[in-house]
């Protein structure tokens, strides 16, 4: 398959790897997200000496005779005999005196578990060899808290990463790449299923229903990804009970602290709190805040950022008794079939239309261009209501209001109408309605109403 998306960090990746002189990046994301497949890419354009070793849970003396194997077929060189890191790393910068060289640690954390000081042998390398060195040094891992940990101020590598790329999961567009047969609607579905994850998505058959790819996938009992969410997350978490209870409850759509606090069982106030932490960092829970009272702690909102950790805690592992002993198709049918199309991609459409402003935005398409694009809070005393409108978006004019509708039924000017006189009874005061329409519009444009078909989004 060809390497889809990601232009921007190539284009990065490029820059560093054409320099005649030493520098150093740092590359991390969750596991799956694509680390590796990138720098593999950004190396096929280097005329330099690569050298690529994927860090494993072993020895030292283990890791460094691995090194050490690789550094000799490169190089054309007898068998070399170091024994420690410090050595042939040391051997390497050397060697990148004479010629260039790109050498790339991958899973880095693991080297970090069995070599102590590793950071600080680094540092003094890269600082004994600057001027003279002509080598990229790329340094990737998936242990998210330890990659960052690298930026510190305290850690010996401080100020001696010249590049640094967080990889993040691809968005709709990008995602859609990898299953060009589906239809916009289908693309929708998929995505709001696996996200912008590209191992999942290469997985993903487009000459198959969204229905057999979900079966196939993640829905059956033996599918390819059916232990893919835990693996993930018992890999960063070591207490599994609290994360499984606050997923349970973030997916049955209790998004505000004290809720989530009373659904999931968890022990206490500071239990949940650390638990949400390390989730955001994560990648998998994201926290929002409504743009018109972003410092307002009550009204901030958590919610699974990650599709296939949503689409799991949300069917599978809540029936996952069920799932052991019914036919796959009598469980889709029962528990997933009606509320995904009716609820959950009607609410994953919401954050691919944020996705998809986001994108014109730094397109330069939206003018003016948004300064904040989110919820909005309104809060009406008078009727003793008050909730939230799930896009909207502010700038120099003021706030554009976003209807976003993923329904069998074309969007009808009285439709609209109603729409904007809710609105306005809020309280919020737009100066132009944008409705987004899975089906299209029986209705017309006009100076305050802009209208979207579906496939506008992936034109």
Known sequence: MNFIGREKQLKQLASALNMDKLNTTLIYG???????????????????????????QIAEASNVKNICSIVSDIFNLPKLGFTSAEEIFEY?????????????????????????????????????????????LILLGSFMDIMKSLLAVSNPLYGRVDLTIELKQMDYYESALFYPNFSDEDKVRIYSVFGGIPYYNQLIDDKQSVKENILRLIAAPGSRLENEVSMYLNSEISK????????????????????????????????????????????????????????????????????????????????????????EDVFYEKYISKDFEEWYVPHRFEQICRQYLIRQNKLGNITPPAEKIG????????????????????????????????????????????????????????YKYVFISRSGFEAKETDEVKLIQLKELFS
Do not use: W
């Not at 050298?51 to 494993?56: F, L, Q, T």
């Not at 102590?116 to 060195?133: F, V």
């Open 375 to 430: 919820k909005y809070y309104y809060d009406d005393p008078k009727n003793h209501t008050n909730g939230e409108f799930d896009v909207v978006t502010y700038d120099e004019n003021g706030y554009v209001f976003y209807e976003v509708k993923f329904r069998k039924k074309p969007v009808t000017n009285q439709m609209i109408d109603q729409e904007i006189e809710q609105i306005n009874k809020t309280g919020l005061r737009c």
């Open 92 to 136: 390497i910068f050397q060697l990148s005196e004479k010629e260039k060289v790109t050498f790339i640690l991958d899973e880095y954390p693991y080297l970090r578990e069995t070599v102590k000081g590793i950071d600080s042998i680094l540092q003094a390398l890269i600082d004994n060899y600057k001027g003279k060195a002509k080598l990229s």
């Open 240 to 327: 599994m009970a609290n994360a499984n209870e606050v997923f349970a409850a973030l997916a049955q759509n209790y998004s505000k602290y004290s809720d989530i606090l009373a659904q999931s069982h968890v022990s206490s106030g500071p239990t949940l709190a650390d638990v949400l932490d390390r989730l955001i960092r994560m990648d998998v829970v994201e926290r929002t805040a409504p743009i018109n009272d972003e410092g307002n702690k009550k009204k901030a909102g958590y919610h699974i950022s990650d599709n296939l950790s949503l689409f799991y805690f949300r069917y599978i592992f809540r029936y996952l008794s069920q799932q052991k002993i019914m036919d």
């Open 30 to 56: 969750r596991r799956r997200v694509g680390k590796s497949e990138l720098v593999k890419q950004a190396v096929q354009k280097t005329d330099a000496k690569i050298i690529y070793y994927e860090c494993r």
